[in-house]
């Protein structure tokens, strides 16, 4: 469901009074459309460290400091991640370089939805706490493979959530039912295994 459908919108306006919002205009404050189609990693976290307004030490243009993809510590070259994109190997360790505190959640067969439904009410209640989640895209019929997207809010009556997908020139940000994400995180990705649930704080 698009957020800027009618629909969208008024789960967007119910999942507000809910509280389930807070998170959000943190993000859509510094929601960016990835630079290349496989920056969708780089992209989410710029956008985490931009939201928590987390001084990047370097300037970007001009006085101004401010995170963009380039500026990332600890990646891969970025003519790598143009190629291949990141694994969530390397993912993990960037946002650890770049002065984000990280609770990883691997999801598989095993994993609950419950406490990941727990985790998901939590963080959108929060300004301060945002999540990333990676999964399949065939998994919700989606082109492409893995992929990276921020959480953007909940609305607990209909279990939804908001996903602010990077990729703006495929898909806008939509809601999805919590069950179809986290099964879509279940799937097993060929290069990096499973797919995983990340939250993030500033240290």
């Given amino acids: 469901i698009s957020l800027n459908s009618r629909d969208g919108q008024q789960i967007f306006q119910e999942s507000y009074q809910s509280g389930h919002s807070a998170c959000f205009f943190p993000l859509v404050s510094q929601f960016r459309t990835q630079d290349e189609p496989a920056f969708c990693a780089l992209t989410s976290m710029v956008m985490i460290l931009n939201a928590l307004e987390i001084d990047p030490g370097s300037i970007w243009k001009g006085p101004w400091r401010w995170y963009d993809e380039r500026m990332l510590l600890g990646c891969p070259p970025l003519k790598d991640v143009i190629r291949i994109g990141m694994n969530y190997d390397e993912f993990l360790s960037a946002t650890v370089c ?106």
């Avoid at 770049?98 to 994993?111: A, C, Q």
């Avoid at 609950?112 to 963080?123: A, P």
């Avoid at 992929?147 to 609305?155: D, E, L, M, V």
Wanted: glycine residues 4%.
């Fill in 98 to 203: 770049n002065k984000l505190s990280v609770v990883n959640v691997r999801v598989d067969d095993n994993s609950d939805i419950r406490k990941f439904r727990e985790c998901v009410q939590m963080c959108t209640k929060s300004d301060q706490c945002f999540l990333v989640a990676t999964y399949s895209r065939p998994a919700l019929n989606q082109t492409g493979d893995g992929h990276f997207s921020p959480i953007g809010g909940y609305h607990p009556q209909k279990d939804l959530v908001l996903l602010l997908d990077t990729a703006r020139f495929k898909y806008p940000p939509h809601w999805i039912s919590i069950e179809s994400l986290f099964n879509a995180m279940k799937w097993i990705d060929d290069i990096t295994g499973n797919f995983f649930l990340n939250r993030f704080y500033c240290q």
